[in-house]
């Protein structure tokens, strides 16, 4: 089993600030097979990022995917005050597909 | 775009059984193919279930496998999830999830749709 590791695991920033999320991966995620997420309390999650660069539908493009093999990164270019929330990598290139624990991003 | 939304959580006894529900709206339900998910409390999502769009596949986590059961009815555009001799260790919301691929014969693995949640509470 691939396990996901988020760091940091809280981050505290402000409006405008820019963010930046790890994701590390205990094996190679063939095929850069990772996506990320964004949830917040009481909302469903929201596909942010497929293919590790790849921006879902509608995702503004503020939001920005990298990396390759284990090592992966969620870019928040600005911070806007709707962003605040709980960022989770997933991989998707063997079974079972796995989660990060999250990293959350809270206004300082 | 759709929406998806879960029912049927409950506070329920060790060993006892529930049955959730994941109601489609808003797109053609029968051509996706959908999984549960869970989180429980200050834990990652986990992966527990996943359903074809023609039901001819189905998995399970090895945590669920034998004690779950996953179905759908196209014809209701619902997903449902049979859970049976329940333990403490399944505590947690659970997420229906739509999978990205908009065409039944493939699947992409990640998942472009989600519900709300709904809590499953096992406890004495």
């Known amino acids: 089993e691939i396990v996901l590791t988020q760091s940091p695991g809280t981050l505290a920033l402000s409006p405008g600030d820019r963010a930046t999320l790890s994701c590390r991966a205990s094996q190679a995620v063939t095929g850069n097979y990772l996506a990320w997420y964004q949830q917040k309390p009481g909302q469903a999650p929201r596909l942010l990022i497929y293919g590790a660069s790849s921006r879902a539908t509608g995702i503004p493009d503020r939001f920005s995917g990298s990396g390759s093999g284990t090592d992966f990164t969620l870019t928040i270019s600005r911070l806007d005050p709707e962003d605040f929330a709980v960022y989770s990598c997933q991989h998707y290139a063997a079974s079972p597909l796995t989660f990060g624990a999250g990293t959350k991003v809270e206004i300082k | 775009e759709g929406q998806l939304v879960e029912s049927g959580g409950d506070l329920v006894q060790p060993g006892g059984s529930l049955r959730l529900s994941c109601g489609g709206s808003g797109f053609s339900f029968a051509t996706y193919s959908f999984n549960w998910f869970r989180q429980a409390p200050g834990k990652g999502l986990e992966w527990i279930s996943y359903?074809?769009?023609?039901?001819?596949?189905?998995y399970y986590a090895d945590s669920v496998q034998g004690r779950f059961t996953i179905s759908r009815d196209n014809s209701k555009d619902s997903l449902y999830l049979q859970m049976n001799s329940l333990r403490a260790e399944d505590t947690a919301m659970y997420y229906c999830?739509?999978?990205?691929?908009?065409?039944?014969?493939?699947?992409?693995?990640?998942?472009?749709?989600w519900g709300r949640g709904t809590l499953v509470t096992v406890s004495p």
């Open positions: 999830a739509r999978d990205s691929s908009p065409n039944g014969d493939s699947v992409y693995w990640f998942f472009d749709l």
């Open positions: 359903i074809s769009s023609s039901t001819s596949a189905i």
